[in-house]
């Protein structure tokens, strides 16, 4: 792991701090969930900047001046305070005009997970980016919807047992929520999710073995909810790093809940709407010479233009790019004629835009053969996601013209890092070599099929 982290980090963070001990503890946290911890030296082309002030008297303008200092070097990353949590209101208003503000005392789980999903949104919104001057080159950018959100005061549910909190939570949202919906239990919750529309959610849970974290693992997983963004209440630090451990993302501590929670509720429902906006536009498949419309892959034309804008950005920005790629394949047994086979495969097709990233390039290059761009993303993260393709392929039964026709799909996978400097076409020849040799590899391999 060692090895592979310092080849192609996840991530790379800045990071100042002038406690030697709590840098060394933050740097073994970020290495253990695959992140790289830099100095202000190497700045340039950070994914985030860390500005620890826990223990430290806070001064405005010094820590102004790092904040503008880290922007110059990195424009683009976003920039995170860690502050103790008993930090003044005058002195986090002042901090939260220049970054974000994370309360910490010992355990690094908190950030963690702010910084992997802040750095989720990022990606998303890079690739929106790229794809619009991609479709704009091609004069296909009509075809797509457009990118807009709504300007309309949120709907917000709060889930949890009544209580101090509770009624906190209700006081300080109230003047800017135009709805706030008040639920006790987890059934409870799934029903007003089930019949209502929310643009946040706040869980009050009580005790670190509570259902609701696993109702929030569960709609991050849902189609419908997945970028429904949940703040996780806690009475102190350490509770809010149990929390993380139990898959909660968004924190808010109850002495700040007065303070605070009106403009994070705010904040992450502005996010939350023009994600859901981005990924609908990364997602839709239409455009004439784009996208394929039996089976949603993108065209090779596509392909060479927009390949070759994501490996151009992966130079400028020094950021990993590995590609994964795919050859599918009827069984003969169960495929006699032609259009079936070319039914399921299309439905496989369909099948991987699903259970790949948003912002990931599902392209055909034969009428078999797909390959998959992974921007940010290592070798090793992708070799997970080519066996997770493989494996979701390959349990899967597709239908034919008749329903009771099944035909199972067989699927080569390989997966491998773009090498630095590459461009579209010598990656793609690198990642046909690696298929190749998995397919000579796997060639006597016994497989399960569908039975008769």
Request: with cysteine; aromatic share 4%.
């Amino acid at each position: 792991m060692t090895s592979t982290l310092e080849l192609a980090p996840r991530a790379r963070i800045v990071c100042v701090c002038s406690d030697e001990k709590a840098l060394a503890e933050l740097t073994t946290s970020f290495r253990a969930a695959g992140y790289l911890l830099q100095s202000a030296d190497l700045a340039k082309h950070a994914d985030l900047a860390l500005v620890d002030l826990r223990g430290k008297k806070i001064a405005g303008k010094k820590a102004v001046a790092i904040a503008n200092l880290l922007r110059r070097k990195s424009p683009e990353c976003s920039l995170f305070f860690i502050v103790d949590p008993d930090l003044a209101l005058p002195g986090r208003n002042a901090l939260k005009r220049h970054g974000e503000i994370v309360c910490l005392t010992d355990a690094a789980g908190p950030l963690i997970e702010r910084c992997r999903n802040m750095i989720r949104l990022r990606n998303i919104a890079e690739e929106t980016g790229e794809r619009l001057k991609s479709l704009a080159a091609l004069s296909r950018l009509v075809e797509f919807p457009s990118i807009a959100t709504s300007d309309a005061r949120p709907h917000v549910l709060i889930a949890g047992h009544p209580g101090g909190p509770a009624l906190s939570v209700i006081n300080a949202i109230n003047h800017i929520a135009e709805q706030s919906v008040c639920v006790l239990s987890v059934g409870q919750t799934m029903r007003a999710l089930e019949h209502g529309s929310f643009d946040c959610a706040i869980f009050l849970p009580s005790d670190e073995n509570d259902p609701l974290f696993s109702l929030a693992r569960a709609l991050r997983r849902h189609p419908q909810h997945s970028t429904l963004p949940i703040i996780h209440v806690a009475d102190d630090p350490s509770l809010a790093a149990l929390f993380a451990g139990k898959g909660a993302r968004e924190f808010a501590l109850s002495a700040h809940i007065p303070d605070d929670l009106a403009g994070k509720v705010q904040l992450l429902t502005r996010r939350a709407r023009l994600t859901r906006t981005m990924r609908d536009f990364l997602q839709a498949c239409t455009g004439d010479g784009v996208r394929d419309a039996p089976s949603g892959a993108f065209t090779p034309t596509f392909l060479a233009e927009h390949g070759g804008r994501l490996c151009a950005r992966a130079d400028q920005t020094s950021r990993p790019m590995s590609t994964v790629i795919i050859q599918l394949s009827v069984d003969k047994e169960s495929a006699d004629n032609v259009e079936p086979g070319r039914r399921a495969l299309h439905q496989a097709t369909r099948l991987i835009n699903r259970v790949t990233r948003a912002e990931d390039v599902v392209a055909r290059i034969a009428p078999t053969t797909f390959l998959i761009l992974m921007p940010s993303t290592n070798e090793a993260a992708a070799a997970d996601v080519a066996l997770r393709i493989e494996g979701v392929l390959e349990s899967t039964a597709f239908r034919g013209a008749k329903d009771s026709d099944l035909f199972s799909v067989r699927a080569q996978t390989a997966a491998c890092a773009r090498p630095q400097g590459h461009c579209i076409e010598e990656t793609l020849a690198v990642s046909l070599r690696r298929l190749r040799q998995a397919v000579a590899e796997n060639a006597n391999q016994p497989r399960w099929q569908f039975p008769k």
